[in-house]
């Protein structure tokens, strides 16, 4: 079936710090892939996209690029911010499976002052 | 911009009672989808619905059911409630749209207690 896997967290880093938050999947086809965001007591954001082979997604700062050859969409930030703090999900749909997202285990980033 | 609207926001139940968790999606959009998210644990798909219509079912438990109604809200009931179905439950919605990705919107969900 359809799965996705993210490096396990905590993550600390101090700001401006580099990020940088694996992301593989496995699925039929070629699935859109998706970044969302949680912070503290909210739902989830949608924080970037990518629904193609090669495409980049980005957001606030972020990017990732869909990469098919790796299966990966590895999440980036040049220089966090302590506003950055929250639990970030990866998740893909798989389009011959409908419309539901499968998502990874989230991460969580903990920026330092 | 009006955002998928969920209640309660919290809700306090004990074991074997139900639950009624409600949700009403952006305005135009047509769909629906219900996630659960254990503690620590990523959200995973229950059920959706397409113009009032089930859609899609993931690993809902028989003892839940859910609906959406004409105005396009959509309810999530909960019976006989165990204490494994604490979690916070997401609804999100998207607008159908040939061709396009359907981005899907999340409320900022119920978290359910049982005790």
């Known amino acids: 079936g359809d799965s996705v896997t993210q490096m396990e967290g905590p993550v600390t880093l101090s700001e401006e710090a580099f990020l940088t938050i694996n992301c593989t999947y496995t699925a039929t086809g070629y699935p859109s892939l998706f970044w969302y965001v949680q912070y503290p007591g909210e739902g989830l954001q949608l924080l970037l996209k990518?629904?193609?082979?090669?495409d980049k997604g980005s957001n606030k700062g972020f990017e990732a690029t869909y990469r098919k050859e790796t299966t990966s969409f590895h999440l980036e930030k040049g220089s966090v911010q302590v506003s950055d703090s929250a639990v970030y999900f990866c998740a893909l749909r798989a389009k011959a499976a409908g419309n539901k997202l499968t998502f990874g285990g989230g991460t969580r980033v903990l920026v330092k002052p | 911009a009006a955002g998928v609207i969920q209640s309660p926001r919290h809700l306090i139940k004990e074991k074997r009672e139900t639950a009624t968790l409600k949700c009403y999606p952006i305005?135009?959009?047509?769909?629906v989808y219900w996630y659960q998210q254990g503690p620590g644990q990523d959200p995973q798909f229950l059920i959706s619905?397409?113009?009032?219509?089930?859609?899609d079912k993931g690993s809902i438990p028989d003892r839940f059911s859910a609906q959406q109604f004409s105005d396009y809200h959509s309810e999530l009931n909960m019976s006989s409630l165990e204490l494994g179905d604490s979690a916070l439950y997401f609804c999100a919605s998207s607008r159908y749209d040939s061709g396009k990705e359907n981005i899907q919107y999340f409320g900022a969900g119920t978290r359910l207690s049982v005790l």
């Open positions: 305005p135009r959009h047509d769909t």
């Open positions: 619905f397409y113009e009032k219509m089930q859609s």
């Open positions: 990518a629904t193609k082979a090669d």
